[in-house]
């Protein structure tokens, strides 16, 4: 195989893991969180947070890595337009990642505490809560980004700006 697929079967297969990875996780912690059971809710959010450094964060560095290569192999310009809408859609992806990692992260926390209190009560805090309003918040443009992203990689329309 050369080195051109090579690529884009890592390519292709890093994307499936990214947004996989994503999608599934997404869909797990949004009903986990309006089931009402703290204790599904600390070991989603566990495993959420395990996914997301499994497989979403080498994804994260693989995608633009293998993208990037292909296009210098074959010979496009970043500024080609599909491609640029491409990048920017990632970047603005990523932008909604970052914050995502970080709540999910204090969002573990706080289930994991809510399940072993002392008191036994499981009640997560309000700073949960609104913690899970932004987190969901954030993953709506991600994946809409993704999605016109692989629309973009598959189609590779001719736009004019």
Same mark, same amino acid.
């Given at each position: 195989?050369?080195?051109y ?13 990214? !947004?996989? +990875?994503? =999608? ?6 949004? %009903? $986990?969180n309006?089931?009402?059971?703290v #204790?599904a809710?600390? !070991?989603? +959010?566990? =495993? ?6 499994? %497989? $979403? ?5 693989? #995608? ?15 500024? $080609?337009?599909w ?15 970052l914050p ?9 926390d ?5 399940a ?16 899970a309003r932004?987190?969901?918040?954030l993953?709506?443009?991600a994946f809409?980004?993704m999605?016109?992203v692989?629309y ?10």
């Amino acid at each position: 195989m050369s080195l051109y697929l090579t690529l884009k079967w890592l390519h292709i297969i890093s994307s499936v893991l990214l !947004v996989g +990875t994503g =999608l599934g996780s997404a869909f797990y912690m949004f %009903f $986990t969180n309006r089931s009402g059971n703290v #204790q599904a809710q600390a !070991v989603v +959010t566990r =495993l959420v947070v395990r996914a997301d450094w499994w %497989f $979403t964060t080498p994804t994260v560095f693989i #995608q633009p890595a293998t993208g990037l290569a292909m296009a210098a192999m074959a010979g496009l310009p970043w500024s $080609t337009p599909w491609l640029a809408v491409s990048i920017a859609l990632y970047l603005v992806a990523g932008a909604c990642w970052l914050p995502v990692v970080w709540l999910q992260l204090r969002m573990r926390d706080m289930a994991i505490e809510a399940a072993l209190s002392a008191q036994g009560d499981g009640v997560l805090p309000p700073l949960y809560w609104r913690y899970a309003r932004w987190w969901e918040a954030l993953g709506y443009p991600a994946f809409v980004a993704m999605a016109v992203v692989f629309y973009l990689m598959v189609n590779k329309p001719a736009l004019n700006f």
